[in-house]
């Protein structure tokens, strides 16, 4: 018999009235403006190697390993048996593991790890964010609303850096 469901949990919880959803067709339309405008060159290699976070509060972390691994930076490290390759838990440069997983990264953090694993980062925020904490919070799940952030910041370093080289 499956475990029982934890008393507090959560699965697929609905998008902020201010999200849209990509798959929606409004997500869609969009999606197909930024291509015919050349703005998603970037897109394909990231969807190529999406991960998934490995913890809840590993959503920074998550982002980073995409970035990093569509970057094609060699970790100089083994990942499993002879393969290098990212993975969540190869990002420890900067904060214990176990620390993240209790809070999370920050933005900063997040430049940190980059750096620390081979990646030019400039960190920047849109003025969407200005005045606003980088430890922005999920309704209490312990993850702290910084891989959303983290994503675009990555996503947007990742691009200036690969046109740089």
Same mark, same amino acid.
């Given at each position: ?7 507090k ?5 609905p ?13 869609r339309?969009r999606?197909s ?15 190529e190697q ?11 972390l998550g982002?980073?390993?995409?970035v990093?691994? !569509?970057? =094609?930076?060699?970790?100089?490290? +083994?990942?499993k048996?002879?393969? &290098?390759?990212? %993975?969540d838990?190869m990002?420890?440069c ?14 900063e ?36 609303? !910084?891989? =959303?952030?983290?994503?675009?910041? +990555?996503?947007?370093?990742?691009? &200036?850096a690969? %046109?740089?080289?």
């Amino acid at each position: 018999a499956p475990a029982p469901a934890p008393l507090k949990s959560f699965y697929r919880r609905p998008l902020p009235a201010s999200s849209v959803a990509f798959s929606s067709p409004e997500g869609r339309a969009r999606f197909s403006r930024a291509l015919q405008q050349g703005t998603m060159e970037c897109y394909f290699k990231l969807a190529e190697q999406f991960t998934t976070q490995n913890e809840p509060a590993f959503c920074g972390l998550g982002t980073l390993t995409t970035v990093l691994n !569509a970057l =094609a930076i060699d970790p100089q490290r +083994a990942w499993k048996g002879v393969w &290098r390759w990212f %993975a969540d838990d190869m990002l420890d440069c900067c904060e214990p593991l176990d620390a993240i997983k209790q809070k999370g990264i920050s933005l900063e953090q997040l430049a940190c790890l980059a750096r620390c694993n081979g990646a030019s980062f400039q960190l920047s925020r849109p003025d969407l964010w200005r005045g606003q904490s980088s430890r922005g919070g999920h309704d209490g799940d312990g993850a702290n609303g !910084a891989g =959303a952030g983290a994503g675009a910041a +990555a996503a947007a370093a990742a691009e &200036r850096a690969r %046109a740089e080289a």
